[in-house]
């Protein structure tokens, strides 16, 4: 049932106001972007706005990207007046990396609020300063009775809907933002890079949609450029960039980072694209996905062809909670009907496979999220005989890839691995499944839950049917009955964890963009699965 949502909290963080860079730019009436101009003092200027990612409890990473080269200096202090300030030398912002770049802050105290500026320093004369940008972020606690809070959605400018300047543009990214939690789980699809965006979009209504548009993303994205540009569009927005300075973030991505469906090896057929090799194309978005994240593991530099590292990692939260990226697009098989009895490859892949059960095993942590970018027992197709991720309709024993899931619930069982949950986003909608053996055809597992929730700024969906060989059973489900509702036709949703120091007790809320709470479920700890 709904309810209405209480207040906000009482605030952990000081609010900043005031503080934000200038807008990255200024619309003409049409909605066109111009990208930001050289500042006329020849100064270097921050306008797309700051962000952390990978936050614990004695580091994390501040972005940046600049208008030109640049030197970037990251100071921080217990303070918001900065009467005290440590200062991080950070990169030189070039070309190689499109005037982006990322510096690790180390030795932070735990379960503090951190305040930063980054100012941007002319290489060639330091004393040529920009105006410094200001964020502020908390780290995780040291002690398990400071609690956690975090949230989680996904999909973002999908399907044609962009930023629409007559609503607000991305208005849930505000509505987040004033909930005030430690950190965002982004569950990938945060860009579409395969999804161009129109200057005005007609409704079924007789409402007009109307976009703020780019150059970058009046086709799909092939090129280097082309990819940077759809990472540049959401920053375009005034409640990312908001929410970006004050909320730190852990990033994944799914397939519309690259091109709808795709898998390595495949070779495309679509006529909209005259690169047809997807793995060079995942190659291209790697790399500009690197440079417009703070991730801790894959970290681009200056002129490479591909980033560094890895997607999938471990965020360490504290006593209470590890976080678990998996990446779900880069090691899987060709998606397929999903019917072969011997799959060592998967959606995961056999080498990260190995790397979550170790991790699993080594995790000390309460509770264990398993930050998923598709589903497991929703049935999600790629045209009319294949399956695009786990679940393939066939309710009987584990084939396919559902034999790696099955590997890994079955571990997760017998090595009394507790504090398991799934959360995820992909089929945007938002709802909550239980998984049980007795409910399955596969039974060698501990029950547990995953969430869904989502778009964050996209079209809405209906829900996807579940398959039984896991035993799923849908206890909530809030989805649109016709495909691609527009935000304007659909609210958008995301969900909210918030696990409590005194108990450890874990409890999911699903919420609608409005400020309702649709749905809650609380999770007990020292379980195995859940």
């Avoid at 690790?104 to 105290?109: C, S």
């Avoid at 400071?146 to 505000?174: C, H, K, M």
């Avoid at 890839?401 to 398991?420: D, N, P, S, V, Y």
């Amino acid at each position: 049932m709904s309810q209405p949502t209480p207040g906000p909290p009482p605030a952990r963080r000081t609010v900043l106001r005031g503080s934000l860079a200038a807008s990255a730019a200024a619309l003409t009436v049409g909605g066109a972007f111009t990208s930001p101009a050289f500042a006329l003092s020849g100064r270097p200027s921050a306008a797309w706005g700051v962000q952390t990612g990978d936050v614990t409890a004695h580091s994390g990473l501040v972005w940046v990207r600049s208008d030109r080269p640049a030197r970037m200096i990251v100071e921080t202090s217990s303070s918001e007046s900065f009467r005290r300030v440590r200062r991080h030398h950070g990169p030189l912002l070039g070309p190689g990396t499109d005037f982006t770049g990322t510096t690790a802050l180390r030795d932070l105290p735990a379960g503090e609020q951190i305040h930063y500026r980054v100012t941007l320093a002319d290489p060639d004369d330091p004393r040529r300063t920009g105006e410094p940008v200001v964020g502020t972020f908390r780290t995780a606690p040291a002690r398990r009775r400071d609690g956690v809070r975090f949230l989680w959605s996904g999909d973002i400018a999908g399907q044609g809907w962009g930023i629409n300047p007559d609503i607000g543009g991305f208005r849930a990214y505000e509505e987040m933002r004033r909930l005030d939690p430690d950190f965002f789980l982004c569950s990938g699809d945060t860009i579409y890079a395969d999804g161009v965006i129109q200057p005005s979009v007609t409704l079924p209504d007789g409402r007009v949609w109307r976009n703020v548009t780019t150059p970058e993303k009046a086709k799909v994205a092939e090129t280097l450029d082309e990819y940077r540009g759809n990472f540049r569009y959401n920053l375009l927005d005034h409640n990312v960039r908001a929410f970006n300075s004050q909320v730190p973030s852990i990033v994944q991505w799914d397939d519309h980072e690259v091109r709808n469906n795709w898998y390595p090896g495949q070779i495309l057929d679509d006529v909209r694209y005259t690169e047809k090799d997807v793995d060079v194309l995942a190659a291209r978005a790697s790399r500009a996905f690197a440079e417009y994240f703070p991730v801790s593991t894959l970290q681009a530099r200056a002129g490479e062809a591909r980033s560094e590292g890895r997607m999938h990692r471990v965020v360490r939260y504290g006593p209470l909670l590890d976080v678990f990226v998996l990446d779900m697009r880069t090691y899987r098989d060709a998606n397929s009907p999903g019917r072969q009895a011997d799959d060592t490859v998967g959606i995961l892949g056999a080498e990260q496979l190995e790397w979550l059960k170790r991790e699993l095993s080594r995790s000390r942590a309460v509770w264990k999220v398993l930050a998923a970018d598709m589903p497991l027992g929703l049935v999600v197709t790629d045209g009319a005989t294949d399956f695009e991720a786990v679940a393939q309709g066939d309710p009987g024993a584990p084939l396919g890839r559902e034999l790696q899931i099955a590997e890994l619930l079955r571990f997760i069982k017998h090595r009394r691995i507790t504090g398991t949950l799934w959360l995820t986003a992909d089929v945007h909608y938002t709802s909550a499944q239980h998984y049980a053996p007795e409910r399955a055809a596969f039974q060698d597992f501990a029950p547990f839950w995953e969430f869904v929730s989502g778009p964050l700024a996209a079209g809405g969906f209906p829900a996807n049917r579940l398959d039984a060989t896991f035993g799923p059973e849908r206890v909530f489900v809030r989805a649109p009955e016709r495909a691609n509702l527009s935000p304007m036709e659909s609210p958008q949703y995301f969900g909210e964890v918030d696990i409590d120091g005194d108990s450890g007790e874990l409890t999911v809320r699903l919420r609608a963009e409005g400020g309702t709470v649709l749905f809650s479920q609380v999770l007990q700890p020292g379980r195995v699965g859940q």
